[in-house]
């Protein structure tokens, strides 16, 4: 199969180089020349663990190219995918369909045999028809039908993802173009992946309610984690207690400072507003975003609280900034919502992240960035731990102890363990678990 990749961000690119790993020729394309030129160069823009080697591979095989030009791209491809972004458009919470609208446009202009074209962007219902009518409107003898592909991988775990998929959702209106989407999936069928073909429709919601379920059961343990600090139980067990029933499950029951990311807070949002617009309010989805956006912005209380009430003049060391460990994504990190709140209570921030300090910059001022995790620690009031990072999991308490101004640790992941931590003399606070009497 020859494969088209419109947009090589996350998504794309990985896609694109599983693809062509499945044995495809893989032609992603991106408008922004500055990654083209890198991706040619051998270097990989985003970091996502095992992508380098993955499109060196491939590259080499002779399957994967880059290029900025659509045209070549779409010229003979089976399958078009669109795998641009989609954030949510300002002032209403929707999701700004512009690049995928603008792709589609492209994309009627370069067809020429027959050619599926698939949105891997996460859009709303509705979307996958309209791309079809701007296809329609701009080239009326066009061959093409549209399909919905919705992408589920995790970031830091993509290609994991994309290779080994709990199951894969396509959205089709045609004999034509399920068989063009099964032939593209026919190394998974091989291996058993479940295949749920469906309407155009059902795949764009199945996107959107997979991750509005999703937030809902970090929202859920995160409130639960509230109430066991007031009562003096400990979340770990309530979630491995109801985790184990197998109609709950244990995944997705972690407590923390809310949700973050690329994915998340934008699709809850985008997801919301579908509900509202076809008069079938998504009451849960809409409570989770408020519960969610007031939590993060009580964590940075949180810390105050344990400093006394007050972090003016403290220095306060940061470990971890990005949304969640493996990527490099600051999107709608948490970490922005807390850091900016406690250098507005007067605190400096020394901050330390294994992969995210570079586009931590971008978002974040007056942040000074250590070199290392105990570098962050240097001279510190308290340390508050962002984002689960391993690496921060294997760091030695003593001489974060030593290098420490005060040995207090505010741990909004639960990595360290209460009693140990406690027990070398740091004064420690986790989310949802007992305190001292
Ligand atoms: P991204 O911002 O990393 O990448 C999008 C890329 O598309 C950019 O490089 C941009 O330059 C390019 N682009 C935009 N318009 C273009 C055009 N007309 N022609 C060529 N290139 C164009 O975004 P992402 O994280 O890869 O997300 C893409 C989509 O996948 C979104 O809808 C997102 O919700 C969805 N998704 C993301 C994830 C994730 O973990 N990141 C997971 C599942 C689904």
Redesign the pocket.
Known sequence: MRIAM????????VSGACFAQFGHDVFC????AD?IARLRRGEIP?YEPGLDRLVADNVRAGRLEFGTS?ADAVGNADAVFI????PTRRGDGY?DLT?VY??AA?IAKAITGYTVVVT????PVGTGREVARIIREAQPSGQFDVASN??????GA?IEDFMKPDRVVIGVESERARDVMAAIYRPLNLIQTPMVFTNIETAEIT?YAGNAFLATKITFINEIADLCEKVGADVHDVARGIGLDGRIGRKFLHPGPGFG???FP??TLAFAHTGREVGAAQTIVEQVIEVNNARKKKMARKVIDFCGGSVAGLTVGVLGLTFKPNTD?MRDAPSLDIVPALQAAGAKIVAFDPEGMTEAAKLLSGVTFAKTAYEAATQADVLVVITEWHEFRGLDPRRIKEAMRQPRIVDLRNIFDPEEMRGLGFSYEGVGRPRPR
């Open positions: 419109i947009g090589s961000g996350y998504v794309g690119l394309v991106d408008k922004d990654k985003i659509l795998a641009v972004g989609t999701a690049y603008a792709a492209e891997k962007s996460t859009v919705p992408e589920f991988l995790r970031e993509a996107k990311g690329s994915c934008k699709d994504d």
